[in-house]
């Protein structure tokens, strides 16, 4: 049996739905899992033991009509018995009629009649999403091929001894110590109305180094180069001391490698955040404010895996609105997430975790 999951893009979405895999390889152990992914998100779900192949395409063979019609008419000499369409728009829906599985599987939308066999409808019961609502929607994906779907499944990366093993000589050649403890701050998110202001993230940073004496990695693209230097500049002249602010990683695989040996990650939740729990990295994320906090705050026990969201401080900010009602208020709500409403929080997650 041949199986197709399609999930093109972002690169947490895409590590996010390995659970989907996971599932199908629980309820199909024998079948073949193919994995349609961007070919920048490769770096997160290789090694994937639960992935048979994987389809890395590009955006000319994805974002176009005449690329998804070329794309699918590859696809479907595969055979699939089953598609399932996480990613839930309308190239994607496109792809999955073309190719034909007998199943097709993806999220009751306007087009869903006309793409899918099976349209899913995300429950009104959210307490069948014991890890949040981004996995347990992607989990109820399957639940029209089980009675058993593993709600408790969570994303994992797969790193090679080999690969674990170059990211310790990489970190020594960086003049970092094993020995010692080691933070990665996720520095800046993914957009500024993802990223707590700069002045903030460094007084995070301040009271973090203050309380462990780590050393410190920042997590940052190169175009972010001077607003990471802007936080670096913010800090304290003893911080200064223990950031390794030089210190990037010359691809997205090779940071795995890296955070696989940190001691924790902190900072803006997303990508950074989201791997450093696939790796089992205690985490600490600071949530936008107009990001719905329970729908990614998956595992988080109060101890190994703590968030924080300016709702949990400042309810009266939002009313009877759901956070995601304000994101064109992102930057002013910012403002109201000052470091010291957080602080309680990283004094028990630093105090639990070093």
Request: hydrophobic share 40%; net charge positive; with cysteine.
């Amino acid at each position: 049996m041949n199986i197709l999951l399609i999930q093109y893009k972002m690169i947490g979405d895409v590590l996010t739905s390995t659970i989907i895999a996971e599932q199908l390889k629980i309820i199909y152990p024998d079948a073949q899992i193919y994995y349609l992914i961007s070919k920048t998100a490769l770096a997160v779900v290789e090694g994937n033991t639960a992935i048979d192949k994987f389809i890395c395409v590009d955006n000319k063979e994805f974002d176009s009509w005449r690329g998804v019609f070329t794309l699918a008419r590859k696809l479907k000499k595969n055979n699939y018995s089953i598609s399932i369409d996480a990613y839930g728009k309308n190239n994607s829906a496109l792809l999955s009629r073309i190719v034909g599985a007998v199943q097709r599987i993806g999220y009751k939308k306007w087009f869903a009649p006309w793409a899918y066999t099976t349209a899913i409808k995300n429950s009104p019961d959210p307490e069948i999403y014991k890890t949040g609502l981004s996995l347990g929607s992607r989990l109820l994906l399957t639940a029209s091929l089980t009675q058993n779907v593993q709600w408790d499944l969570l994303p994992k990366i797969h790193l090679s001894e080999s690969e674990k093993q170059e990211g310790k000589n990489w970190l020594i050649e960086n003049g970092l110590d094993l020995n010692s403890p080691i933070t990665m701050v996720s520095a800046l998110g993914s957009s500024m109305n993802k990223t707590l202001p700069l002045i903030y993230m460094a007084q995070v940073v301040d009271l973090t180094v203050q309380k462990t004496g780590s050393q410190v990695l920042f997590n940052y693209l190169p175009s972010q180069k001077d607003q990471a230097f802007e936080i670096y500049n913010a800090c304290l002249p003893e911080t200064q001391k223990h950031i390794f602010i030089n210190a990037i990683t010359p691809s997205l695989r090779d940071y795995l490698k890296v955070l696989h040996h940190c001691t924790t990650v902190i900072g803006n939740e997303g990508g950074a955040i989201n791997m450093g729990k696939a790796l089992d990295i205690p985490s600490f994320a600071i949530f936008s404010p107009w990001i719905n906090k329970r729908s990614w705050n998956a595992g988080e026990d109060g101890k190994k895996h703590i968030s924080v969201h300016l709702k949990d401080f400042k309810p009266e900010l939002y009313g009877t609105k759901k956070a995601s009602a304000f994101k064109k208020q992102a930057q002013e709500l910012y403002q109201h997430f000052k470091p010291e409403l957080m602080f309680e929080n990283l004094k028990k997650f630093v105090d639990g975790n070093y």
